[in-house]
């Protein structure tokens, strides 16, 4: 029998249910996993948000599941629409931070949390 290590996904903590959705990434990003994501309101696309943002992204609303290159194109990945998130692994758009992340969440009503660990 095989022998394996188990590491702990550093992103994704707790044990609050996690789910994903399959949304569209708006061409010209290079995005990470832990990304966080504003819907652009008129195209129905994401995009990192950034608060600076006047088109709807500016309000975070989802978390990057994967890496996700979209330079060349739109790209369809998979967005954590649920779960519980160590705020030192997420990226933050401009003018972000993990509180603020957090309050959009909270306002929204999003099953979306943001952990700060000791």
Do not use: W
């Not at 504003?38 to 978390?63: C, E, F, M, R, W």
């Not at 060349?72 to 998130?85: E, K, L, N, Q, T």
């Amino acid at each position: 029998m095989g022998e394996a290590t188990f590491a702990p996904n550093d992103l994704l903590v707790s044990d609050v249910p996690v789910i994903t959705r399959n949304i569209t990434i708006v061409s010209g990003q290079n995005l990470k996993r832990g990304a966080v994501l504003g819907n652009i309101t008129a195209s129905d696309k994401y995009t990192l948000s950034a608060s600076a943002a006047a088109d709807g992204a500016q309000t975070p609303a989802l978390v990057l599941a994967t890496d996700c290159d979209a330079s060349a194109g739109d790209v369809v990945a998979a967005a954590y629409a649920s779960g519980a998130f160590d705020s030192t692994k997420l990226i933050l758009g401009a003018g972000h931070t993990a509180a603020t992340v957090e309050a959009a969440f909270r306002k929204a009503g999003a099953p979306l949390y943001v952990r700060v660990l000791k």
